[in-house]
């Protein structure tokens, strides 16, 4: 099972800069990258329903819905701002240098995220090391951007 894993997310991975480059040829054909964004996440929504129901997934209780703690809520904005913005991004920057910038953030708050053990993820701290290996892959970027 671990290798079906390993095997999709790095297919994932593959997606990442088609996803965007998909979505500002949408952005150019609607004219807008806001109507791009929308209809991504539309697709993206039938898809999962369907999915849901071929896997026969119950439906959560109402009460488990709005019992959630309302910061649970973000990050379906925090996915629109993520998409717009590469929509927005790639046209202007390139793939490589859309992918750069966003892998370099990754790193920097996953950082935070592993230090402080934030949103259940076990706690590992800030090494000299990590914080290097951060900041060699921001040293990417900037040659990326450079060159």
């Known amino acids: 099972m671990d290798a079906v894993i390993l095997i999709l997310t790095l297919l994932a991975g593959c997606l990442m800069p ?20 929308f209809f991504s996440f539309l697709t993206g929504t039938m898809a999962l329903g369907l999915i849901c129901v071929a896997l026969r997934l119950p439906w959560p209780a109402w009460k488990t819905v709005s019992d ?4 649970l809520w973000t990050a379906g904005p925090m996915g629109a701002f993520f998409v717009t913005m590469t929509i927005l991004a790639v046209p202007r920057l390139g793939a490589m240098s859309v992918m ?12 935070v995220m592993d230090h402080y053990g934030w949103l259940g993820i076990p706690a590992q701290p800030m090494t000299l090391w990590r914080v290097l290996g951060a900041m ?3 040293a990417g970027v900037i040659l990326i951007r450079k060159f």
């Not at 750069?100 to 950082?111: D, P, R, T, V």
């Open 68 to 71: 959630l703690p309302w910061w």
């Open 100 to 111: 750069a910038l966003l892998i370099a953030g990754q790193m920097a708050m996953s950082l």
């Open 18 to 37: 088609v996803q965007p480059a998909v979505n500002a040829v949408t952005a150019q054909w609607m004219q807008s990258p806001y109507l791009a964004s």
């Open 136 to 138: 060699l892959l921001l």
